[in-house]
């Protein structure tokens, strides 16, 4: 048995001995209204057995969201912060959440976020998280345009123009290290970053900013990490796909959709 094996059994023992509980994780989901959360239901569950807590926090528009019986509302010039004395601000709600999980994002707050700009409740809480340094997931297939305005519009996705945009959008936003995963998929992707598990291979993602990717280049640069994020239409030299292999590289692309 090697150190690393034998230290945790040692230290399982003696929590065990003394009845200590190891502190639970807690992550906020933001939901675009009271309905989303219905098919993650059994993520939730997921996640609630692997002791990582979960609030959620529901829109109610733009600039206001429910947080439980708390409603919050994001800053801006002669807007209240909060609608009762209990509730905080978007900005302050990361500070007590060890992630935060979006499994939705538009066009518009994906706008935001990659200008910096705040205004919302989503590009706050981002804002937010991202100066903490806290991890961020997005659900990467979303359509880009809001459950609201899908169901006014009568249209499920945007036009060609727009989805260019959005998917530039999104790359500048993984660029900025926020984290990217299939909205099934999102309770493995918590799972891996908090407690270590349910993501295996997925794992501190290289995210790759050039055309050409060589066996040289991922023997300088990919030590650490088993996992390389590439955007479409990147080139593979043959030698650089026999290191992958040898390594066990997990090679995930941008935006392509991909089973967990």
């Given at each position: 048995m090697d150190k690393g094996k034998l230290q945790l059994l040692v230290e399982r023992i003696i929590r065990e001995l003394l009845q200590v509980e190891s502190p639970r994780k807690k992550v906020l989901?933001?939901?675009c209204d009271s309905t989303a959360h219905e098919p993650y239901r059994d993520q939730l569950l997921i996640l609630t057995?692997?002791?990582?807590?979960?609030d959620l926090l529901f829109l109610d528009g733009e600039t206001s969201a429910w947080l439980g019986i708390q409603q919050i509302q994001s800053t801006g010039a002669k807007q209240i912060i909060a609608a009762d004395e209990y509730a905080k601000a978007?900005?302050?709600?990361?500070?007590?959440?060890?992630?935060?999980?979006?499994?939705?994002?538009?066009l518009d707050n994906a706008a935001r976020v990659c200008q910096g700009?705040?205004?919302?409740?989503?590009?706050?809480?981002?804002?937010s998280a991202l100066v903490l340094q806290k991890p961020i997931i997005i659900g990467e297939d979303s359509p880009g345009l809001k459950r609201a305005d899908r169901q006014t519009l009568r249209t499920l996705e945007l036009p060609l123009s727009y989805r260019k945009k959005f998917e530039s959008y999104k790359r500048e936003i993984a660029d900025m290290g926020i984290c990217f995963s299939k909205q099934a998929c999102l309770h493995k992707e918590i799972m891996n970053l908090l407690i270590g598990e349910g993501g295996e291979g997925h794992e501190d993602?290289?995210?790759?900013?050039?055309?050409?990717?060589t066996a040289d280049w991922l023997a300088r640069n990919l030590l650490n990490s088993k996992g390389l994020l590439v955007r479409e239409?990147?080139?593979?030299?043959?030698?650089?796909?026999?290191y992958i292999r040898e390594k066990g590289i997990e090679i995930r692309v941008l935006g392509k959709e991909e089973d967990c």
């Open positions: 989901f933001i939901f057995n692997k002791k990582i807590d979960h978007p900005l302050e709600l990361p500070l007590d959440y060890d992630a935060i999980v979006i499994p939705e994002i538009d700009l705040k205004g919302s409740v989503k590009a706050e809480i981002i804002f993602p290289y995210i790759f900013q050039e055309k050409v990717v239409g990147v080139v593979i030299t043959p030698l650089a796909k026999e």
